[in-house]
């Protein structure tokens, strides 16, 4: 076990924050979350697609399977390009990898990995808000806003994409004179997407994931025995830098007015999904990419660091991939020098996001082509989604370019061992 002087503050306790801390654990080093809410799981969120790679990575914390009742193994991807549908085999990834991609309610996701801290659950306080960070020459202290303070030696902000961590973080560097912030590309919303939770209802097609293309407009549906999950995609006239934006209640009405001709499965129109809805969110869908992840003691991960729209399903499993490198180096650090000045943080950190910075570049461009393919506003663009790459890629060869390009040579924990899951597509040592 590494000695005990190290302590990471985690500011945010999504499925990042507690990824971070899972690992962290099982790695005997310190820590402790901050999640502003009352609770970390909560009844509201969105289905997460987990690709194969985030099912080892899982499964390496403690040899037990991601699983649980609520969990949803994809079986096939209809796509339904308001009239024709062709298919598209989910079952392959499993096949190729020896893990399944599966569809977890958010909700579920996030009481899973909470679950997976076992004692350590202790170590995440809920409702608690932070105001400011303070960087010294040993350590960080947190300020909360109800007057507390957490000390450590780190701050890892993985507090979304409004990421207040981030914004401090920001802040310190400029009242040093290291305004990097100045040189950021904004993060821009093309997109809005409504997100939403519907209960099963007789005309859906369990165990089957569909997808709708069409101009300006997509959407993704899948469902389990209990639960709908779906997400609603439409072009901005405009692009926006009001990442913040609250959708009024005739503004939601004027959204699902303008679906409710479609067809979102064959036998299932989104009027009628959206009247059996437990849940929806309307929001816009921000892209892009923060070009500094950390500065002094403090570094980010997932939202609050890469930002890209869910069409891909790779957000959480990119976020996922980030945590377990930043915590496989500070692992290594930690082994040989259990009091680490800021200078090696600073260079671990330089590490960790210049690896994954270029990494997640690639996959911000995946996602960003795709949902520029699936909202088609051109005949061109139409053309090449939906008539040419059905047609060039069978679906062996498309899980086999995405199992050889983006999955198999990601992460594991390095200090965990265990025998791997294997299928046609080896998984490279990383």
Same mark, same amino acid.
């Given at each position: 076990m590494v000695p005990g002087k190290f302590r990471a503050i985690i500011i945010g306790g999504g499925p990042i924050g507690l990824a971070i801390a899972n690992g962290l654990d099982r790695a005997g080093l310190d820590f402790v979350i901050l999640e502003r809410y009352p609770a970390i799981a909560s009844d509201s969120g969105a289905g997460i697609m987990l690709w194969p790679h985030t099912d080892k990575t899982t499964t390496r914390l403690d040899g037990t399977p991601l699983r649980s009742s609520s969990i949803f193994k994809y079986l096939s991807d209809k796509f339904v390009p308001f009239g024709s549908i062709s298919h598209f085999s989910f079952t392959k990834p499993q096949f190729s990898h020896g893990y399944p991609c599966m569809n977890f309610p958010r909700p579920a996701l996030v009481q899973t990995l909470f679950d997976g801290l076992g004692a350590a659950k202790t170590k995440v306080r809920t409702g608690a808000n932070i105001d400011n960070i303070e960087m010294t020459e %040993?350590?960080?202290?947190?300020?909360?806003? +109800?007057?507390?303070?957490? @000390?450590?030696? /780190? *701050?890892?902000?993985?507090?979304?994409?409004?990421?207040?961590?981030?914004?401090?973080?920001? %802040?310190?560097?400029?009242?040093?004179?290291? +305004?990097?912030?100045?040189? @950021?590309?904004? /993060? *821009?919303?093309?997109?809005?997407?409504?997100?939403?939770?519907?209960?099963?209802?007789?005309?859906?097609?369990?165990?089957?994931?569909?997808?709708?293309?069409?101009?300006y407009m997509s959407s993704q549906v899948s469902a389990d025995k209990k639960r709908m999950h779906f997400g609603i995609y439409r072009k901005l006239p405009n692009p926006t830098t009001d990442l913040k934006k609250e959708y009024s209640e005739d503004e939601v009405a004027e959204f699902v007015e303008a679906f409710s001709d479609v067809m979102v499965m064959p036998r299932l129109s989104f009027a009628e999904l959206y009247k059996n809805c437990e849940w929806t969110k309307l929001v816009n869908q921000p892209e892009g990419l923060v070009k500094r992840w950390h500065y002094g003691r403090i570094v980010l991960a997932g939202d609050s660091s890469t930002m890209m729209t869910a069409a891909a399903g790779m957000g959480v499993n990119n976020g996922i991939q980030s945590a377990v490198l930043l915590v496989n180096k500070l692992y290594e650090l930690l082994s040989v020098n259990s009091e680490p000045d800021t200078q090696a943080f600073e260079r671990v950190f330089e590490e960790y996001q210049n690896t994954r910075r270029e990494q997640s570049q690639r996959i911000c461009g995946l996602a960003a082509r795709m949902i520029r393919t699936n909202t088609w506003d051109s005949y061109m663009l139409w053309f090449l989604g939906d008539v040419v790459f059905p047609w060039l890629f069978s679906d062996e060869k498309l899980i086999a370019k995405a199992g050889t390009d983006l999955l198999r040579g990601m992460y594991k924990f390095s200090f965990i061992e265990k025998d791997l899951q294997s299928g046609k597509i080896p998984w490279l040592e990383s």
């Open positions: %040993k350590g960080v202290r947190v300020h909360l806003h +109800d007057g507390g303070i957490e @000390e450590g030696s /780190i *701050v890892i902000g993985a507090d979304g994409v409004h990421s207040q961590t981030r914004a401090i973080m920001q %802040k310190l560097a400029e009242q040093a004179g290291d +305004d990097f912030a100045k040189d @950021e590309d904004p /993060i *821009v919303s093309s997109y809005q997407i409504m997100y939403g939770r519907a209960k099963c209802l007789p005309n859906a097609e369990i165990g089957t994931f569909y997808e709708t293309h069409g101009t």
